[in-house]
C-alpha cells in the first residue's frame, strides 16, 4: 500500500533563508506526487506535481521539487522564504491516474516564516 | 472558473445529531471527492465518485456516514449520528481526469459537542 512521511510537523525559517520540507514515499508500483498547501481555513492548493516526466519539477510561488527514486524521496524547496509562505504544506502520493487509488496523504508540515 | 464550493462554513452540533455538507465541484470535473481533515492530520479520503458512480468508498463508517452525487453533478455528504471523534474539517475536492489535479473547497469546518 501507499505511504507518505513528512518528517517534521513544524519547520521555521527566516524570512529569505531556504525552505526545504521533507517527504518520503512507499509505493510498489512508479509514484505520482504531489505537493499542496494550504492556508488557514482555506482549501488545498496544489503547488506541483510529478507525472513521470522531468524529475525536478516546479511549482507556484517560486517552490520546485525533486523526485529520487533510489532515495523514494520528493523533498519541497524554496531558495527564499517569504512571510506569505507560512502555511501547512501536504505531500500526496497516487499509484495510478486513473482513478483507480486514491490520493494518499501525508500528515502535514507547518511552515513558520520569521521576519 | 468558479471553484468549489462548499456549504456551510462551519458547524456546530450536539452528538447524536445529523449534519449534511454540500458540495458543488468545477462546473464539466467529473471526479469528486470528499476528504476527512481531523486538526493535526492530512486529508483522509473518504468517497469518490465517477461522475455519478461510487469508485471508492472504503474508508467512509458506512454505520453513519452516507453521501451521494446526483446527476453526477452536486454532492451531499451526510453524518447519522455524530460522534464526537467526527470534529474536522470536512473537505470536498473535484479534477477533470481522477488523481491529476484535484482542485480543493474550502472546507466545512464541523465541531460536535
Known amino acids: 500500500a501507499q505511504s507518505v512521511t513528512q518528517l517534521g510537523s513544524h519547520v521555521s525559517v527566516s524570512e529569505g533563508a531556504l525552505v526545504l520540507l521533507r517527504c518520503n514515499y512507499s509505493?510498489?508500483?512508479?509514484?505520482?506526487l504531489f505537493w499542496y498547501v494550504q492556508y488557514p481555513n482555506q482549501g488545498l492548493q496544489l503547488l506541483l506535481k510529478y507525472t513521470s516526466a522531468a524529475t525536478l519539477v516546479k511549482g507556484i510561488n517560486g517552490f520546485e521539487a525533486e523526485f529520487k527514486k533510489s532515495e523514494t524521496s520528493f523533498h519541497l524547496t524554496k531558495p527564499s522564504a517569504h512571510m506569505s509562505d507560512a502555511a501547512e504544506y501536504f505531500c500526496a502520493v497516487s499509484e495510478d491516474l486513473s482513478g483507480n487509488t486514491p490520493l494518499v496523504f501525508g500528515k502535514g508540515t507547518r511552515l513558520s516564516v520569521i521576519a | 472558473e468558479a471553484g468549489v464550493a462548499q456549504s456551510p462554513r462551519y458547524k456546530i452540533i450536539e452528538k447524536r445529531q445529523s449534519v449534511a455538507f454540500w458540495c458543488n465541484p468545477i462546473?464539466?470535473?467529473?471526479?469528486l471527492y470528499w476528504y476527512q481533515q481531523i486538526l493535526g492530520q492530512g486529508p483522509k479520503l473518504l468517497i469518490q465518485f465517477q461522475n455519478n458512480g461510487v469508485v471508492d468508498d472504503s474508508q467512509l463508517p458506512k454505520d453513519r456516514f452516507s453521501a451521494e452525487r446526483l446527476k453526477g453533478v452536486d454532492s451531499t455528504l451526510k453524518i447519522q449520528p455524530a460522534k464526537l471523534e467526527d470534529s474536522a474539517v470536512y473537505l470536498c475536492?473535484?479534477?477533470?481526469?481522477?488523481?491529476?489535479?484535484?482542485?480543493f473547497g474550502q472546507g466545512t469546518r464541523l465541531t460536535v459537542v
Open positions: 462546473s464539466g470535473h467529473a471526479t
Open positions: 509505493s510498489s508500483v512508479p509514484p505520482y
Open positions: 475536492a473535484s479534477s477533470l481526469v481522477a488523481n491529476t489535479e484535484a482542485f
